[in-house]
């Protein structure tokens, strides 16, 4: 059975840092795409950043330079450091295994000004 369990959301203040965790069970962990996405209310799920098996980075624009994707293949989990947060970052934020879109259950992050 597969499993993504996000963690790490919580409050904090723009200009902070703070990092999620995705711990997944049951993939084939070294071979996976895996990546974030985020959702604001009455909204749809909007991408936010991929790692590849290569460990090869994409980002929305809109995180890019702020927001930090990376891969532990011996943890089975992947994480995003997210720097430099804004008020607009406020959502909650979902990881995904992008082949079957395995998601885990989210985690909400919300940015004070």
């Known amino acids: 059975q597969v499993q993504l369990v996000e963690s790490g959301g919580g409050v904090l203040q723009a200009g902070a840092s703070l990092t999620l965790s995705c711990a997944t069970s049951g993939l084939a962990f070294r071979a996976a795409n895996l990546a974030w996405y985020r959702q604001f209310p009455r909204k749809e799920r909007e991408f936010v950043a991929r790692i590849s098996t290569s460990d090869r980075p994409t980002y929305a624009d809109s995180v890019k330079g702020r927001f930090v994707i990376s891969r532990d293949n011996f943890k089975n989990t992947f994480y995003l450091q997210m720097n430099r947060v804004k008020p607009e970052d406020t959502a909650r934020y979902y990881c995904?295994?992008?082949?079957?879109?395995?998601w885990g259950q989210g985690t909400q992050v919300t940015v004070s000004a």
């Open positions: 995904k295994e992008e082949l079957h879109g395995f």
